[in-house]
């Protein structure tokens, strides 16, 4: 009944646009964009609250989200973690020093050598060929599935014994996805990115996420990769364990990353750094406004600390330079860390007005990236990685 409804609507909605022969394009997303008002056609009416800036949270339902997206409004859905951040233990709690300077340059310069461009891209091809990564979709099962095999896959390659890939599972379909390479101590570094993708006419709709954050998500892998052909990191010589995150349901409202620090921060778990890269390859806007490559170290809802260190690793290890930009509120998964005590910090493709504008639709493609940019977010990640992994906290 319901797709029936549907299918007479979308014949309707052609009917509608196509005699005007303009845009058709445009219209199509018109006619989507008028079926996603319809709210009985898809959207599920559970309530869920809301925070769309610091404590102002509002009751809306799990439909209205993509139309806050599409008004481009950021939102975290606290519904089932109103408690993040509320028992914050004590070592969370006092505030983290950062290594002053970058001391291991001649170790992690010759790890560059593993990173390539050609595989990121030959892996984010294939990641992009799911019709979409959409959290509460059999897709985002099975693209999480995928991704995990790729980085048990890499595991292995590596012949890293002591390294692990686990799902953490979550209430709908899509796990986020957790690489862990034990150090000396359990004081943890997490590097994350997001690996689902929605279109934000109708979640069922084509959504490659080729840039959000399927470039993020390949950045971090490639980083991983090659952190692993260092022996001091596999063989659990680091001060400090690592870990890689790959959360889920980011486009839900950062639903996988707070289940994760909301878990940690329960566990007392020890979390002394977190960077998320959520959009790495897009370069077009900057080039096209007249301005020179450069990555966007973002500046608002952030650790000061941990985001003047971003600034030292990439002054060290890019061949590109950095300017300052902010994000607005619930930007990305770091919020999540952030709100359960752990200092984080984000670095984005270009200043925030130059990045990507066809994130969230059936546009956003693998021909729009540049994989030498890629390139430097994941240098940027091997050094970030490697010289905090040694850092004595
Ligand atoms: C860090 O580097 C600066 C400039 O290179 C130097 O002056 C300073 O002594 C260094 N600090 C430490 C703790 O090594
Ligand atoms: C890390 O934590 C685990 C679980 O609590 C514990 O079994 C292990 O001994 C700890 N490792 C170190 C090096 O402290
Ligand atoms: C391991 O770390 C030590 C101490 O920083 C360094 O001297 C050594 O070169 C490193 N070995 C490798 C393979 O990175
Ligand atoms: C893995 O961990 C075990 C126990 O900590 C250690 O004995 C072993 O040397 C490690 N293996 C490798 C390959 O580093």
Redesign the pocket.
């Known amino acids: 009944m319901k797709l029936l409804s549907l299918l007479s609507l979308c014949a309707a909605g052609s009917a509608f646009v196509l005699p005007q022969q303009q845009q058709p394009l445009q219209g199509i997303l018109h006619a989507a964009d008028a079926l996603a008002a319809v709210p009985e056609l898809w959207s599920d009416d559970t309530p869920r609250l809301l925070e769309l800036a610091p404590g102002d949270a509002v009751w809306m339902k799990e439909g209205d989200k993509l139309r806050l997206m599409r008004e481009g409004k950021k939102f975290i859905d606290i519904t089932d973690h109103r408690d993040l951040g509320a028992t914050v233990h004590a070592s969370a709690k006092q505030p983290v020093s950062f290594p002053s300077n970058i001391t291991h340059s001649e170790i992690v310069k010759p790890i560059f050598k593993s990173l390539s461009a050609d595989n990121i891209r030959k892996n984010l091809k294939q990641f992009t060929s799911f019709p979409n990564r959409y959290f509460r979709s059999d897709n985002g099962r099975q693209s999480s599935q995928w991704l995990q095999s790729l980085i048990s896959d890499t595991i292995d390659s590596a012949g ?3 390294v692990t890939v686990t799902p953490f599972k979550h209430t709908w379909p899509q796990s986020s996805l957790i690489a862990r390479i ?1 150090g000396k101590s359990n004081k943890t570094i997490v590097v994350g990115a997001h690996q689902d993708s929605v279109n934000m006419y109708l979640p069922f709709l084509s959504a490659p996420g080729a840039d959000d954050d399927g470039s993020g998500t390949m950045t971090i892998l490639e980083a991983f990769k090659a952190l692993l052909t260092n022996k001091n990191i ?3 010589q680091a001060e400090n364990t690592l870990e890689f995150h790959w959360y889920s349901a980011e486009e839900g409202g950062l639903l996988g990353s707070q289940a994760i620090f909301s878990a940690y921060e329960k566990a007392e778990r020890d979390v002394k750094a977190m960077l998320q890269q959520d959009m790495t390859g897009y370069i077009k806007g900057t080039l096209d406004a007249g301005k020179k490559e450069s990555v966007g170290v973002i500046t608002d809802f952030v650790d000061t600390g941990l985001t003047e260190f971003i600034k030292k690793v990439i002054e060290e290890y890019c061949s590109i330079p950095y300017v300052e930009t902010k994000c607005g509120y619930a930007c990305s998964d770091h919020a999540s860390a952030s709100k359960a005590g752990y200092p984080s910090a984000f670095v984005i493709e270009s200043a925030f007005e130059y990045s990507d504008h066809s994130i969230h639709t059936s546009g956003d493609t693998l021909d729009k990236l540049d994989f030498e940019h890629i390139l430097e977010h994941a240098r940027m990640t091997v050094g970030f990685a490697y010289e905090l992994a040694m850092a004595k906290f």
């Open positions: 890293a014994k002591n034990p596999t063989s659990g």
